[in-house]
């Protein structure tokens, strides 16, 4: 049967999240990212077809300026197989052309051979190994603190631009990696993501799931206290839990997160590229 793909519409929400149950049981969001990832103005959220069967869905994300992001890849186990994986990959170079896009990424576990091949087929490479921490069960002082500041987009390139050699090419939001290349600055006060504190700065916030995760993808200064921190924020907003992503072999950051009370997952992750050179340097 013929496999083809479409942009998601309002009747197929309780499908999209059927394949979801099925697919990814342990990583469910659609429901609360539905219409964030339906509007498309920043890119469509995509329904794959065997025959007249939805068996599968992918989401593409303009990230800033030419950046894009591949997410949200599901094929429901009875489709698997059948071709769907690939049909979302060619939708999702259609798309990158069609807005054009320069560079693109994904991100999947590091033993997901399967994931991964497929993304290698339409020529993204493997970029940078990462681990994750978290925090939960956050105990942390809910009284507002002082002198957390947004930087405003104005002021981001400035900011951040002398630590770029700090950081380990990515920064990693809600397991979403953006490139530190030009424009990123901007991106992370736009959304509100970036904050100065006489203890130093931080990059810190979510791209969805707010009560679930404050996610802190960067922090420049005492991050011990930055840590603390982050931790009462989180309280503040609400947040279950905090979370970052670091490269698999920094020492520091390991043994920093650890003795702040993170836990280290038992997998890591991988992030792949297509373009990413040639979209730019620092």
């Not at 090419?169 to 397991?175: A, E, K, P, S």
């Not at 390991?254 to 990413?276: H, P, Q, V």
């Amino acid at each position: 049967m013929k496999t083809w793909t479409r942009a998601a519409i309002d009747s197929d929400k309780e499908r999209f999240m059927w394949i979801e149950r099925y697919a990814t049981p342990v990583l469910a969001y659609i429901d609360d990212v539905w219409d964030m990832f339906k509007a498309g103005s920043d890119g469509e959220f995509s329904a794959a077809f065997y025959g007249d069967e939805l068996g599968g869905i992918g989401k593409l994300t303009r990230l800033f300026d030419g950046y894009a992001w591949l997410e949200t890849l599901r094929v429901h186990p009875d489709y698997q197989g059948k071709g769907l994986g690939k049909a979302i990959y060619e939708r999702y170079m259609e798309q990158m052309t069609d807005m054009k896009l320069s560079a693109v990424g994904m991100y999947t576990n590091y033993d997901n051979i399967v994931s991964r091949s497929l993304a290698e087929k339409y020529g993204l490479s493997v970029a940078a190994r990462f681990s994750e921490y978290n925090a939960g069960e956050i105990q942390a002082d809910k009284s507002p603190f002082d002198g957390l500041t947004l930087v405003t987009p104005e002021h981001s390139e400035t900011l951040l631009s002398e630590r770029f050699n700090k950081i380990r090419g990515f920064l990693v939001l809600n397991r979403t990696f953006y490139p530190v290349k030009p424009g990123l600055l901007k991106k992370l006060a736009i959304n509100k993501w970036l904050y100065t504190h006489e203890h130093g700065i931080i990059v810190m916030g979510c791209r969805f799931q707010p009560k679930k995760a404050l996610h802190i993808a960067f922090m420049d200064g005492n991050r011990d206290k930055l840590l603390q921190l982050a931790k009462a924020h989180a309280v503040n907003i609400g947040a279950n839990m905090v979370s970052a992503m670091r490269a698999y072999d920094d020492e520091f950051e390991n043994e920093l997160f650890l003795k702040n009370g993170f836990t280290k997952n038992n997998t890591d992750y991988i992030t792949l590229w297509k373009g990413l050179d040639e979209a730019g340097g620092k």
